[in-house]
């Protein structure tokens, strides 16, 4: 990956360059920020940055025998680890090696549930403890090139803790020449032990003029710094329909208080994965802002597609100021009880029921 391929983050980009070249990288290196602001891409560029043979003034060469192996995600000495999920014998990220470099190399700019979606059947993936095995077996190899050996943890917050803890003290004194490259969107539930090994750097979204570049001013506009969102929109293949759909119904048992409805909802989305249901309760903290933004009729701050400018045209006045706080700590609450494997119908059920207080006719 070179770094004039990655779209915007100029600044972010200068100092990696800089750190590479005054010889100031440290040995964990943490990136983090929302999705689609293109921290593996950052991470690729680094690694490739890092190892080139004929590094220019702000890029990789691209054409030595070391950045071909690079872009190929190939270089023996590039290592990653990923979120997996179980399937047969296939138990650590080596048994998805193929399907990894074929996702990274078409577009290093996707979600946690595409790549799951592309290996598995909407189960939750995770780095199992087994892993850290592997990774201290990769890097206890000899260096291909005697340059760097980096390891690239995508997703750094769905390491087992098992996992996690096993790597401590590497990651504390990683064998010469090594480097970690985490990558994370939920740093804060990261073992705060690796936290404070690694150096944090801030990735921001993309600002709206560099994506609107490749995306064009509509689309750039209502992803909001998401590349990910972004691509979405312009494939017309927004993937939101059943989410809003479901917000809908959820928010019409509310409002109307009617158990029945309410229960039939929450025994058609227990029927879902888990992972789709913290996918949706992630997209009603997204709407009911969006829907409160719309309320106080600041139309620059909004940044929905027109189904759901045309939901929020409804439901808008239902969301006060007396009550925005309340029901965003209740979505807020059931996210977190259904990451730590609460009983999903009672979570559903139990939203729904308090919700039925914060509604009002």
């Not at 990220?93 to 470099?101: E, K, L, P, V």
Request: glycine content about 4%; charged content about 25%; proline content about 3%.
């Amino acid at each position: 990956m070179l770094f004039r391929e990655i779209i915007g983050q100029e600044n972010l980009k200068a100092h990696l360059i800089n750190s590479v070249k005054e010889n100031r990288i440290p040995h964990a290196l943490l990136l983090w920020g929302n999705e689609g602001c293109g921290k593996l891409a950052l991470a690729l560029a680094t690694a490739q940055y890092l190892q080139c043979e004929n590094r220019q003034e702000h890029d990789s060469c691209g054409v030595c025998p070391t950045c071909r192996l690079m872009q190929n995600l190939t270089h023996p000495d590039l290592h990653f680890a990923f979120p997996i999920t179980k399937e047969g014998s296939k138990t650590v990220c080596n048994d998805f090696m193929n399907s990894w470099r074929e996702k990274v190399t078409e577009n290093p700019y996707f979600s946690y549930k595409e790549w799951i979606n592309t290996i598995s059947n909407e189960k939750q993936g995770l780095i199992y403890s087994n892993e850290s095995e592997e990774i201290l077996r990769k890097l206890s190899l000899k260096s291909y090139s005697n340059g760097y050996k980096i390891m690239i943890i995508w997703l750094a917050e769905k390491m087992h803790e098992t996992c996690a803890n096993k790597l401590l003290k590497l990651i504390e004194e990683p064998p010469e020449n090594t480097i970690f490259i985490l990558i994370s969107e939920q740093p804060d539930i990261i073992l705060p032990t690796i936290i404070s090994r690694s150096q944090m750097i801030h990735v921001p979204v993309i600002d709206e003029e560099s994506l609107s570049k490749v995306v064009g001013n509509n689309i750039a506009h209502i992803a909001n710094g998401n590349y990910i969102k972004a691509l979405e929109l312009s494939k017309e293949e927004y993937s939101n329909t059943d989410n809003l759909e479901n917000y809908r119904s959820l928010m019409l048992g509310a409002y109307s208080k009617d158990l029945l409805t309410l229960k039939n909802w929450t025994e058609s989305m227990a029927s879902r994965s888990r992972e789709y249901i913290k996918d949706f309760l992630s997209y009603t903290q997204f709407i009911t802002r969006e829907c409160f933004i719309a309320h106080l009729q600041n139309s620059s701050l909004n940044y929905m597609i027109s189904s759901e400018q045309a939901f929020s045209d409804k439901f808008k006045r239902f969301l006060t100021v007396d009550n925005i706080e309340n029901i965003m700590e209740l979505f807020n609450k059931a996210s977190r009880d259904i990451s730590q494997n609460v009983n999903t119908k009672i979570v559903l059920f139990d939203l729904g029921i308090n919700l039925m207080t914060q509604i009002k006719k």
